[in-house]
């Protein structure tokens, strides 16, 4: 199976010096079960956590702007880490929980390769504003500033370079002109002028996007297994009334 596996050896557990012959197959598979279930809650909420921390907007491409979440860690769209998280496998004294995930395999990587266009593709192409950063789908096939175009634009973070981006190729929104919001831009309706946006880069596109290795990405594996180790010991001592 693709993704991370993170393993416990129940040898490495005092619960192991519990699970001999003397005890039942039903309360050996009960405590693993037990080890197992505690990794994968462990590790659910390690990547809850990781979803809370504050996020860098100063940094390229959003300089200064604030991107709808992407929910890497942890959501509810079937594509976070947290929800790669498998049912804990059993094979003899080892517990093993997979997380099928590439993007975390990328993290966990010391040096992570570049990440570049797949198979047929030249460019990656990356948000520049909030209203791409919140859309799923193909970024051709990106709508929220009607029709785009290739075209070269100036690079956010460098006025004096010329980078490929996907751009509006006409213009798609209005100035408002009355109210508190008074001279602010709108995206147009049906029915209203557009008379903004034509040539804003929407999507920057790149040939490659480099990564760094990121040492939370997972939770200590220590820490796993001694809160494995406690709940599989609780679990044996509520089974056998704590004798072996």
């Given at each position: 199976?693709?993704?991370?596996?993170?393993?416990?050896?129940?040898?490495?557990?005092?619960?192991?010096?519990?699970?001999?012959?003397?005890?039942?197959?039903?309360?050996?598979?009960?405590?693993?079960?037990?080890?197992?279930?505690?990794?994968?809650?462990?590790?659910?909420?390690?990547?809850?956590?990781?979803?809370?921390?504050?996020?860098?907007?100063?940094?390229?491409?959003?300089?200064?702007?604030?991107?709808?979440?992407?929910?890497?860690?942890?959501?509810?769209?079937?594509?976070?880490?947290?929800?790669?998280?498998?049912?804990?496998?059993?094979?003899?004294?080892?517990?093993?929980?997979?997380?099928?995930?590439?993007?975390?395999?990328?993290?966990?990587?010391?040096?992570?390769?570049?990440?570049?266009?797949?198979?047929?593709?030249?460019?990656?192409?990356?948000?520049?504003?909030?209203?791409?950063?919140?859309?799923?789908?193909?970024?051709?096939?990106?709508?929220?500033?009607?029709?785009?175009a290739f075209?070269?634009?100036?690079?956010?973070?460098?006025?004096?370079?010329?980078?490929?981006?996907?751009?509006?190729?006409?213009?798609?929104?209005?100035?408002?002109?009355?109210?508190?919001?008074?001279?602010?831009?709108?995206?147009?309706?049906?029915?209203?002028?557009?008379?903004?946006?034509?040539?804003?880069?929407?999507?920057?596109?790149?040939?490659?996007?480099?990564?760094?290795?990121?040492?939370?990405?997972?939770?200590?594996?220590?820490?796993?297994?001694?809160?494995?180790?406690?709940?599989?010991?609780g679990v044996?001592?509520?089974?056998?009334?704590?004798?072996?």
């Amino acid at each position: 199976m693709a993704g991370h596996e993170v393993t416990i050896d129940v040898d490495d557990l005092e619960a192991r010096k519990l699970l001999d012959d003397a005890a039942s197959d039903e309360t050996r598979k009960a405590v693993l079960e037990a080890a197992g279930a505690s990794m994968r809650a462990d590790l659910t909420r390690h990547f809850r956590d990781r979803e809370k921390e504050p996020v860098d907007n100063s940094v390229w491409p959003k300089l200064g702007q604030k991107f709808p979440k992407r929910y890497f860690w942890s959501g509810t769209r079937g594509n976070s880490v947290a929800e790669a998280i498998r049912e804990p496998r059993i094979d003899g004294d080892t517990v093993t929980v997979n997380i099928d995930s590439p993007a975390l395999e990328h993290k966990i990587a010391e040096n992570p390769p570049p990440i570049r266009p797949g198979a047929g593709r030249k460019f990656l192409a990356v948000p520049a504003n909030a209203r791409a950063a919140g859309w799923d789908g193909r970024p051709t096939d990106f709508r929220g500033a009607g029709e785009m175009a290739f075209a070269f634009a100036r690079a956010s973070d460098d006025p004096n370079r010329w980078v490929p981006a996907l751009v509006a190729h006409t213009h798609y929104q209005r100035q408002i002109t009355k109210g508190k919001n008074k001279g602010q831009l709108a995206v147009a309706r049906a029915g209203q002028t557009a008379t903004h946006g034509a040539g804003e880069v929407q999507f920057w596109l790149i040939r490659e996007a480099k990564t760094k290795h990121d040492p939370k990405a997972l939770p200590p594996e220590d820490a796993l297994a001694e809160s494995a180790r406690i709940v599989a010991l609780g679990v044996f001592a509520r089974l056998t009334g704590g004798r072996p």
